[in-house]
């Protein structure tokens, strides 16, 4: 889980990010995260979790790493008279959470500021968990599908979906063909590691099996997104709040600009009479407690 940040930053300074690259959201970052990051970005997972969540009765739900709120209004139409926890590590994030779930009715909820693994809530005290974006790392999907295990009743459902594998392959290949050009070869392996650390969706299921869950179904969509320019890419918002972030992380280029900088104008080359895409694979797995 990650702390809170403080003031927004400054162009030229990286966004602060916790230990699994997940940027820490200021009052600023907050507002531009639920404004063009979920409708654009976060929703392609959103949607894909809500048609895999079971309906029922006097439903107890946890959202893990909730950042804004979303999509707690469709969770609650959707199982009406839940009541919902969300943790995040964001003050800010949590305070929209909580404006924006006062305007739907007859929600139940709280939101709960966390900032470290396990979270703070009793064992077996829910129906359902979800997590919206999970960590490339499979070390911290370990620990998140664990803790989703932990607090889920007997024949509770998990709802897990990430970005897996050939996601932002466009960029790792840019990276690749930079570390070939400066004979980078840690970077080259890096990017390598970092890529096969996403599952693939047969395997992304396998890891709820694995951690003790039955019934366990997956669901993929080929999703695109698409940039005019490298610019454009590297100053969207769910660029910055969201890709990048954990891709400096997981690759060790927080103080190392030029990587990213050859991707910039590699995009600017390579694309230069058309948007750049690049590639999501979105990716939903769901699984029931075993009793």
Not at 63 to 70: A, E, N, S, V
Not at 116 to 130: I, N, T, Y
Not at 179 to 195: F, N, P, Q
Request: glycine share 8%; aromatic share 8%.
């Amino acid at each position: 889980m990650i702390g809170e940040a403080g003031s927004a930053p400054s162009d030229k300074t990286l966004l602060a990010v916790a230990l699994n690259g997940r940027v820490r959201l200021g009052s600023s970052e907050a507002a531009v995260f639920e404004t063009f990051v979920v409708p654009r970005y976060m929703s392609m997972f959103g949607e894909i979790a809500l048609e895999m969540l079971v309906e029922s009765e006097e439903a107890q739900v946890v959202h893990l790493d909730c950042r804004t709120g979303y999509p707690d209004g469709a969770i609650a139409a959707k199982l009406p008279g839940a009541y919902l926890v969300g943790v995040d590590g964001s003050v800010a994030a949590l305070e929209l959470a909580r404006a924006k779930a006062a305007t739907i009715p007859d929600v139940v909820s709280q939101y709960r500021l966390v900032t470290e693994w396990p979270v703070p809530l009793p064992d077996a005290a829910f129906s359902h968990a979800l997590l919206l974006h999970a960590s490339g790392d499979a070390s911290d999907r370990g620990q998140v599908i664990g803790e989703c295990a932990r607090l889920l009743a007997a024949n509770g459902q998990a709802v897990v979906a990430m970005p897996t594998r050939g996601s932002f392959q466009e960029i790792g290949d840019l990276l690749r063909e930079f570390a070939l050009k400066t004979d980078d070869a840690a970077l080259g392996d890096a990017v390598d590691s970092a890529e096969a650390g996403r599952p693939t969706i047969e395997a992304f299921g396998a890891e709820l099996a694995i951690a003790g869950f039955d019934f366990v179904e997956v669901a993929l969509r080929e999703e695109v997104l698409r940039f005019p320019s490298g610019r454009d890419f590297f100053e969207d918002p769910l660029a910055r709040l969201v890709i990048l972030p954990e891709m400096r992380f997981q690759l060790n280029l927080e103080n190392r600009p030029g990587p990213l900088d050859y991707v910039r104008e590699a995009i600017d080359a390579y694309w230069s009479e058309g948007d750049f895409e690049l590639t999501v694979n979105v990716g939903c797995t769901t699984g029931r407690k075993v009793a």
